[in-house]
């Protein structure tokens, strides 16, 4: 059996979260009855107040409620199921059989395993120590009569690549205006390079991923990447991290490329693009 504790960092961070709100809102609620505050206007202090106490008391709540559950986030698993720590094995097993589906759920930072019917069966805590160790669990055990295994082809939605040309043509548009205004440095200088710099993301970040009989095909936006499936030496799920975030991205590892494919947001979980990669290459 091996155990997946939440780590006690993040809930000291998220205990210290809850004092600096409730700080701030006994500050704000307090505001109107400081003694140098009668000087000023006082429908001004009652509007800051009222906001003040509203927006850090929603803040101090939901902080609260996501600390009490906290507790109950530890996750245990061995060659039978998962289960949380808390109810048990005896109570609370979730035998692999019964997870049809990991869904990733990226702006909650969890994972969720889902039953034949979408039912949620379990939440896994990114914060968990240990997570990638028991994603590879999951990876392994879990989902295996998931029918979307056996689809080959995922790839960025439209509105990813809309996004990108909204902020070529909104920053190349406030670029001339300040440039032909006051400021020809700042607007024709600094929002070129800017500029220049959204256009190469966009340019070698890979946009989709196709298996074929004999090869793996990875497409750019101007380029499409062909890599037969006896050049595949793995294929791993690795994280980037953004302001403290875990996002899952899949590596194509080959023998004859130095640098690693990288796969990211394809339109599906990382783990069904891992497992159908991982199948396709026989690893």
Not at 161 to 177: D, K
Not at 191 to 213: D, K, N, P, R
Not at 263 to 276: A, I
Request: with cysteine.
């Amino acid at each position: 059996m091996q155990e997946f504790k939440l780590d006690k960092k993040y809930v000291t961070l998220t205990k210290g979260c809850l004092v600096v709100f409730v700080t701030f809102l006994a500050l704000g609620f307090a505001l109107p009855f400081l003694p140098d505050e009668h000087e000023g206007n006082p429908n001004d202090t009652l509007m800051i107040s009222a906001m003040c106490t509203m927006v850090y008391g929603v803040f101090s709540a939901l902080t609260w409620r996501f600390l009490k559950k906290l507790p109950f986030a530890d996750i245990a698993a061995d060659d039978d199921g998962v289960w949380y720590m808390h109810i048990g094995k005896a109570k609370g097993l979730i035998d692999w059989e019964k997870v049809h589906r990991v869904k990733e759920r990226p702006y909650m930072q969890r994972l969720d395993l889902l039953g034949t019917d979408n039912q949620e069966l379990l939440k896994i805590d990114y914060k968990l120590l240990g997570f990638e160790i028991l994603r590879d669990v999951l990876n392994e055990r879990a989902g295996a009569r998931n029918s979307d295994l056996y689809q080959s082809k995922f790839s960025k939605g439209p509105l990813y690549h809309l996004v990108y040309l909204a902020c070529v043509v909104s920053f190349t548009a406030l670029g001339i205006y300040i440039g032909a205004g006051s400021n020809p440095l700042l607007g024709y200088g600094v929002t070129s390079v800017l500029v220049a710099f959204i256009i190469y993301e966009y340019l070698v970040a890979a946009t989709g991923v196709q298996v074929t009989e004999n090869s793996i095909l990875v497409a750019y936006p101007l380029t499409k990447k062909n890599i037969p499936l006896n050049d595949v030496e793995n294929v791993v799920i690795a994280d980037e991290f953004r302001k403290g975030k875990r996002i899952p991205e899949i590596w194509i590892i080959t023998n004859n490329s130095k640098k690693s494919y990288k796969l990211k947001q394809l339109g599906s979980d990382s783990d069904l693009v891992y497992k159908t990669l991982k199948r396709a290459a026989n690893l």
